[in-house]
C-alpha cells in the first residue's frame, strides 16, 4: 500500500485563501489577478519544502500565499535581513498586520483630517504609556524640533523606545515610554517605528501643560501626523492593549522573542542545502551573540544562531555582489572572509529565499 503523503493533511489552496492572513489580501486584489498569481503556487511550494527537507505550518503557507498574491513592487527592491539587527534608524520595522489592513482602508478612500482620530490615538498612548497627554507628529524629527519651546521641560528622546520590555519574553533591559516617565521626564519622544511596531511618526507623551503647549503651536496643525499614519497607529496600539498577543502580532517582538531551538533548527535544516549551491564552499552553522538594537550610542544583544557562508570561487565581496543582485535582496553581515546570515531577524517565509537567492544567479 502506497504510503500517504505529508502534505495530504495540509490544507487545500481553497482552505488557505479563506485564512485570516490571506482573507485580507483577498478582499481587496480582484479574482483574475488572484487566479493568476496563485497558478502553481500549490506545485512549487511543495517541490521546495521537498528538497528543504521540512513541512510548513498552516501559517506559513498563509503568509507565503498572501505575500504571492499582493506581488512585487514595480517601485522598491523587497529584502530579506539576514543582518541580525532588528531595530535601528536604517530599517522600516514591519508594520503589524492590523496596520497594514487600516493603511489600505484608508488609502481606498476619500478622506478627510480628523481631529477625533487625534484624539482617539492621543487617549490610547495616555492609557498605555501613563502619560498625561499625547501628541503624534509626522516625523521623529518633527516631533523633536517641536518640543524645543518647551524650553524648561525636562526631555528624553529616542527613536527606539517603545510600550514592552524585552525582559518580559527573556531579552535585556530596553527603556519604555513609562519607565521614563516615571524617572521623571516630563516629555518622551519616540519614534513610531522604533520597539512600537507602528507607522513611522513622532510620537510625544508626558506633562499635559507641555504636550498642550506643542498643540498651541502655530506649526502644530502643519507637522501634524495624517489620518492614514494615525489609523496606522491606533491599529498597532489596539494589539498592546491585549498583552497576550503583543509578541504573536507585532513582527520586531515576534522575531525577538523566537526561541533559540526554533533558530538552531532553521539553520541546520537550510545549512546543508545551501552548501551544494555551487558558489558556496561551506555553509557552518555557529551559535553566535548577535546585536539586535542598534541605536548608535547604545547597542542590544542577545543569542543567535547564524550561517556563516565561505565562497567557492573569488572573494566575499563576490557573494555579497550575488546576493545584492537577486530578487529579494539579501542583506547579511561580512565577517572574517564569510558572508553571516543570522536567523534572528529572518522570518520563517524568508528561509527558502536564502537558497533560490542564489539559484538565480547561476
Known amino acids: 500500500m502506497k504510503p500517504e503523503s505529508p ?36 506545485d512549487e511550494l511543495q517541490a521546495g519544502w521537498k528538497e528543504q527537507g521540512g513541512m510548513p505550518s498552516v501559517g506559513e503557507l498563509a503568509e507565503r500565499l498572501a505575500h504571492r498574491l499582493l506581488g512585487r513592487s514595480r517601485h522598491s527592491t523587497p529584502q530579506v535581513n539576514a543582518t541580525g539587527v532588528l531595530c535601528s534608524r536604517r530599517w522600516q520595522a514591519p508594520l503589524a498586520e492590523a496596520a497594514v489592513h487600516e493603511l489600505l482602508r484608508f488609502a481606498s478612500d476619500y478622506q478627510q483630517p480628523s481631529a477625533a482620530l487625534m484624539e482617539q490615538v492621543a487617549a490610547s498612548l495616555v492609557k498605555l504609556s501613563g502619560a498625561e497627554a499625547a501628541w503624534v507628529a509626522s516625523s521623529f524629527e518633527a516631533a523633536v524640533s517641536m518640543t524645543g519651546q518647551c524650553e524648561d521641560a525636562t526631555l528624553v528622546s529616542s527613536p527606539l523606545i517603545g510600550l514592552l520590555d524585552p525582559t518580559e519574553f527573556g531579552r535585556g533591559h530596553v527603556d519604555t515610554m513609562a519607565s521614563r516617565l516615571d524617572e521623571g521626564a516630563d516629555l518622551v519622544v519616540v519614534d513610531g517605528s522604533g520597539l512600537l511596531g507602528g507607522p513611522r511618526c513622532g510620537i510625544v507623551v508626558g506633562s499635559k501643560r507641555f504636550v498642550e503647549q506643542i498643540q498651541q503651536s502655530e506649526l502644530a496643525s502643519a507637522l501634524a501626523a495624517e489620518a492614514m499614519v494615525l489609523a496606522a497607529l491606533e491599529a498597532t496600539l489596539e494589539i498592546y492593549r491585549t498583552p497576550d498577543k503583543v509578541i504573536h502580532q507585532i513582527p520586531v517582538l515576534q522575531l525577538l522573542s ?76 561580512e565577517e572574517d572572509g564569510e558572508f553571516v546570515l543570522d536567523f534572528r531577524a529572518i522570518f520563517p517565509r524568508w528561509d527558502q529565499q536564502l537558497i533560490t537567492a542564489l539559484d538565480q544567479t547561476s
Not at 545549512?271 to 550610542?297: F, H, K, M, N
Open 7 to 42: 502534505f495530504s493533511k495540509l490544507p487545500s489552496l481553497g482552505e488557505l485563501l479563506k485564512h485570516p492572513t490571506v482573507q485580507g489580501v483577498v478582499e481587496r486584489v480582484n479574482q483574475t489577478t488572484i487566479a493568476q498569481r496563485a497558478a502553481g503556487f500549490w
Open 258 to 333: 523566537t526561541p533559540l531551538e526554533n533558530l538552531q533548527q532553521r539553520c541546520e535544516r537550510i545549512a546543508p542545502l545551501l552548501a551544494e549551491c555551487e558558489q558556496i564552499e561551506t555553509a557552518e552553522v555557529v551559535a553566535r551573540e548577535s546585536i539586535w538594537l542598534d541605536a548608535g550610542s547604545s547597542q542590544m544583544s542577545a543569542a543567535s544562531w547564524a550561517i556563516a557562508l565561505r565562497p567557492t570561487h573569488g572573494s566575499i565581496e563576490r557573494l555579497t555582489h550575488l546576493y545584492e543582485q537577486a530578487t529579494p535582496q539579501v542583506v547579511g553581515r
